[in-house]
């Protein structure tokens, strides 16, 4: 049997990518979030490496959503204690903060890694189409 070989990158060079989120439904965007963010999109890609880019995410406020999800979906967080459940519509978050419906979404798609919190540092959410990153691809 032939022995596969495996090519580290040495350096990893990040590029900046822009995403319209009113383009897309929040489940296509955020897949395409995740794979930018953790670099599976490039050809040298080794799964324990950190090797992902910069995402500029623009228009969240114009964020879509299909079907009955607004009036459906919600979000559920424990204290750790009895009683301690507590639950958050999609429909009162999503005018709130619709980029925190967007980060949500994205970590959910990230493996749960030792550098999860560091590729989603990488992550910037604007909610209109004017930001003052330097995307330059």
Known sequence: MKSQKISLAKKVQRKWHEIDLSKY???RAATQIANWLRGKHK???TPHVDM???VVAINADGLKLTGRKIQQKLYF???GYLGGLKT???KDLIQKSPEEV???AVYSMIDDLKFR???MARLKIVKGSKHDYKVNN
Do not use: C, E, P, V
């Open 25 to 27: 439904t929040m489940g």
């Open 43 to 45: 050809r040298d890609f």
């Open 52 to 54: 992902g880019d910069y």
């Open 77 to 79: 967080r424990h204290s």
């Open 88 to 90: 958050t519509a999609l």
């Open 102 to 104: 967007l980060k949500r």
């Open 117 to 119: 919190k560091k590729i």
